[in-house]
Structure formats: C-alpha cells, structure tokens
C-alpha cells in the first residue's frame, strides 16, 4: 500500500508541473506581450 501512495503522489506532483507549464504558456499566448519575431531567453538560453 505505502509504495502505491508514493507513485501516485509521484504522479500528482509530475502532473502538477505540466499543468502549471501548460496554464503558464496559454497566458502568455492570450497576453499578446510577446509576438512572433521577438526574442526571448530563458536560463541563459536564447
């Protein structure tokens, strides 16, 4: 039992990120700040 909690928490926490990752990205297209042509770095990657 206690290694089947630990997966699914594993899971809820992975899933957690994609969504926030997700939700993060449909923002940032409704926003409009950024459009094509722009550049962008993030973690000193461009």
């Known amino acids: 039992m206690g290694a089947s909690a630990a997966l699914l928490v ?3 926490l ?3 990120n ?3 990752d997700f939700v ?3 923002v940032l297209l409704l926003d409009s700040s950024i ?3 722009d ?3 993030v973690d000193n990657l461009v």
């Open 10 to 12: 594993g899971i809820g």
């Open 14 to 16: 992975g899933l957690q």
């Open 18 to 20: 994609i969504f926030s």
């Open 24 to 26: 993060s990205r449909i």
């Open 35 to 37: 459009k094509v042509g």
């Open 39 to 41: 550049i962008i770095e």
